[in-house]
């Protein structure tokens, strides 16, 4: 079965560093592109990156580029999303996706 | 770039069809065949329904169906049924990112 598993819930403090997982199996891990979204409470989709793990080409959206880091290691077939001094305002839930299937989203917290 | 437009919210009764339209500009819907579409109950993670414009990941039903004219992308939903109530989102690719439109409420009469 494809799939995309993402790491579980997590609850950090303002300024603490984070990484988050998207491992992917059942299909050739280097073929795809995998991107991620944030959904901030209540609100819409936004996409932050996408990462193509056969050469780690890495694009980001303007509104996330030197916010966060998009890489992936290949010999595991898995995806990382990651913030090095993490703000209330990055709450929110966090999916990673390739062009036809998504994760079923890790929900970061952030507060003191 | 700015967000994509949908209407916040859509209607209709069982059985009947119904559909999203998800304009963008020259620069993005128009210039790619890269538009997307996905289905989002509460709760849930989004669940691809088409991509590359029309095309159905597989276990789809066929009354989901995707096309393009101009800046415009379309979602239409045939037969229509009470689980399709949800929250509708598009995209498109434009010039190395992506961009979403800011989601359609369908509700079923």
């Known amino acids: 079965e494809v799939q995309l598993v993402q790491s579980g819930a997590e609850v950090k403090k303002p300024g603490e560093s984070l990484k988050i997982s998207c491992k992917g199996s059942g299909y050739s891990f280097t073929s795809y592109w995998i991107g991620w979204v944030r959904q901030m409470p209540g609100k819409g989709l936004e996409w932050m990156g996408i990462i193509y793990p056969g050469d780690s080409d890495t694009r980001y959206s303007p509104s996330f580029q030197g916010q966060v880091t998009i890489s992936a290691d290949k010999s595991i077939s898995t995806a990382y999303l990651q913030w090095s001094s993490l703000k209330a305002s990055d709450t929110a839930m966090y999916y990673c996706?390739?062009?036809?299937?998504w994760g079923q989203g890790t929900l970061v917290t952030v507060s003191s | 770039q700015s967000a994509l437009t949908q209407p916040a919210s859509v209607s209709g009764s069982p059985g009947q069809s119904i559909t999203i339209p998800c304009t963008g500009t020259s620069s993005d819907v128009g210039d790619y065949n890269s538009v997307s579409w996905y289905q989002q109950h509460p709760g849930k993670a989004p669940k691809v329904m088409i991509y590359?414009?029309?095309n159905r990941p597989s276990g789809v039903s066929n009354r989901f169906s995707g096309s393009k004219s101009g800046n415009t992308a379309s979602l239409t939903i045939s037969g229509l049924q009470a689980e399709d109530e949800a929250d509708y989102y598009c995209s498109s690719y434009i010039s190395s990112t992506v961009v979403f439109g800011g989601g359609t409420k369908l509700t079923v009469l």
């Open positions: 996706a390739r062009q036809d299937l």
């Open positions: 590359d414009v029309s």
